[in-house]
């Protein structure tokens, strides 16, 4: 089965790994790394055609990722609905800080919703489109090359393992952050009702 699908990816060619990564950059719940992979081990790309490949994946995710971006901008006012006010003020520090950071960051840890934080919070369309590309580069950098090395499978449960674990981290200290907030503002109750 496996040699079937490659044998479809491989007759596809650069139309292929270009529209997987298409798929991806439209929010859709598709992992683009996975196309970038699986054509790093069909298309055994070396020097400049590596360098090429990753830069015209880069830049076929960044302007199809517009799609969602201008729908988030047309569409924004579903979006302010739906996030609570509490949480709209803790996002829009993090984002005054970190803005465009947090678009490459996103893109890096494979979270295609962070367009909607970008338009939700009027980012750019150029910087969107700046930070996005620098931010699928080394992805489609790193699996090609990976995949070029020809074991797929493993490479590509380490890579999901690491994701995984840097979720987790993130998940972990946004709890102890919230958990600190909670407690120190408890101590702040606590004060003022001593003090009355």
Known sequence: MLELILNVLEQLGLAGLFLGVAIEAISS??????VLLVYGYIMDPYGWEWILLS??????YTAIAYIPY?????????LQKQVDK????QMMKFMDKYREWTITA????????IVYVAAFYRITPFRYGFFTFIGV???ALLM?????????????SWFQG????????LAGLIGWYIYYRIKRRKKTVNKERGEE
């Open 29 to 34: 719940p598709f992992p683009a790394a996975i």
């Open 55 to 60: 830069v015209g994946s880069a830049a076929v």
């Open 70 to 78: 201008w729908l988030a901008l047309r569409y924004d006012y579903l």
């Open 86 to 89: 509490a949480g709209t003020r």
């Open 106 to 113: 996103g893109r890096i840890l494979g979270m295609g919703y």
């Open 137 to 139: 580069l080394p992805v």
């Open 144 to 156: 090609l090359y990976l995949g070029r090395l020809g074991n797929i499978e493993v490479v590509y």
């Open 162 to 169: 690491i994701q995984y674990m840097i979720m987790a981290v």
